[in-house]
């Protein structure tokens, strides 16, 4: 039985409520940030930022159970994410270069909350079933993202093994700029100084000093 059927799953309830941030539904910041469409929310408590689509279906990423033998990468975006995953994969597959280059990287180390950064407002079935063959992947499993402890497993520290990856705060959103002007999917056309305020007011997507907050506040993290 898959464990999204599972009931002890199903009681595994995340409690945090995600607000819509009022000031993400005005022409201003459309005009701004024109690929989020459907604006943001901010949760509550810890005040991380996201998409109304993973506002949806947080638990699901919640509810994530991790095992003894995974590694979880957790960055800021622009933090090294991209090489650190690659490096990971490298040593716990005896630097199958080979290997590395034929298999994407994304499948390779799955970024779990990657289907959420859309404008959609459901949930795709191909989506779903990119989340469901999480719990299928063969041991041991690589992941990476981009979220606060508190929205993922509560056990994932007690059981699996997570490599975080910190940057100087000025240097990540200077480059996380530079990928909201490159990638349609965030379409920013503001300027950086506009760009930083928003983060500062804690109304950018997943806010930056939250996180880092968040990872201060927590106990010391296994790296492997």
Known sequence: MSSFDDEEFKQLQL?????????????KFNQLFAGYKTGLVKSEPGKF????????????LYRMEPRADDIWLLTFPKCGTTWTSELLWLLMNDCDTEKAKTTQLMSRTP??????????????????????????????????????FYLLHPKLLDTSKVVYVARNTKDAIVSFYHHHKLLKLHDFRG?????????MEDEG?????????????????HIY
């Open 205 to 221: 997507i997943r806010n930056i000093s939250k996180t880092c907050r968040d990872l201060e506040k927590k106990k010391p993290i």
């Open 111 to 148: 970024f779990i909350e990657v289907q959420f950064l859309t404008p959609a407002t459901e949930l795709s079935p191909e989506a779903m079933q990119m989340l469901k063959s999480f719990e299928k992947m063969p041991s041991p499993r690589i992941f990476k993202s981009h979220l606060p």
């Open 49 to 60: 930022v996201m998409t109304t689509l993973y506002a949806k279906h947080a638990e699901i």
């Open 15 to 27: 409690k945090v409520k995600f607000n819509v941030i009022p000031k993400t539904r005005l022409k």
């Open 191 to 199: 300027n950086l100084e506009e760009f930083a305020d928003y983060f």
